[in-house]
């Protein structure tokens, strides 16, 4: 891979405390990013209108991939009901009928497939972020302010560290990695805790996905 491609490794002692967690990697360079694409606006609404159709909110907790990542909070000491996975906070937005709001064409892809697989999906501007990064969980002094502005402890946390410290997780990301419509190289990462054919699957699709829309080059890996 080129020396674009970030240097990313899982921290062994999360490994230890959960074992099926892998990362999926999608990395993207010469992307555009734009305020929006209609044809996507439009594959967004009909999904929201797919949930709302199948889904309850009480039903919301006994999803599997809902349910794993709720476990996973649990093994690492965080209360799910508290701090929810990034999939299922968005799920539950939705199907209390708020509207899935528009960022721009990565940001909207990236709650697309977030709510249509409902594992968490990350998207960061590689040129913010300072390789190598590791996978690992937070310490007393890890804080960030989220992309909502507010700032978070991710004590405990299950989060993504580079040089200049923690800036992303399947719980919020930070607003220091944020991706704009200045990114020009687009950093995707999925947290899952599926079996590795299955994240294949979601990989190639998701950057087939953002290549049609954002143009560029990619590279992908997943990570053990």
Not at 25 to 37: G, K
Not at 78 to 101: C, M, N, Q
Not at 174 to 191: A, D, G, H, I, L
Request: aromatic share 8%; with cysteine.
């Amino acid at each position: 891979m080129s020396n674009l491609f970030p240097v990313i490794s899982m921290d062994p002692v999360l490994k230890e405390r959960l074992p099926m967690l892998k990362l999926g990697v999608l990395s993207f360079d010469h992307c555009t990013v734009i305020t929006s694409s209609p044809d996507l606006r439009e594959k967004c609404i009909r999904l929201v209108d797919k949930l709302r159709e199948e889904i309850e909110v009480a039903q919301i907790s006994q999803l599997s991939e809902i349910q794993h990542w709720r476990d996973a909070f649990k093994k690492l000491g965080v209360s799910p009901t508290r701090y929810r996975p990034s999939a299922e906070a968005l799920l539950r937005r939705i199907l209390k009928g708020e509207d899935l709001f528009g960022v721009n064409s990565a940001v909207d892809q990236n709650n697309f497939f977030s709510l249509k697989t409902h594992i968490p999906f990350g998207s960061y501007d590689g040129n913010q972020i300072h390789s190598p990064i590791v996978c690992t969980v937070g310490n007393a002094t890890d804080r960030y302010e989220g992309i909502n502005g507010r700032e978070v402890s991710m004590e405990g946390k299950l989060l993504l560290r580079d040089e200049r410290g923690p800036f992303g997780s399947p719980y919020v990301d930070s607003r220091r990695t944020r991706v704009t419509e200045k990114t020009r190289r687009c950093f995707q990462v999925v947290f899952s805790l599926q079996p590795e054919d299955e994240l294949e699957t979601i990989l190639e699709e998701a950057g087939s996905a953002f290549l049609e829309i954002h143009g560029g080059s990619m590279q992908k890996a997943v990570v053990f």
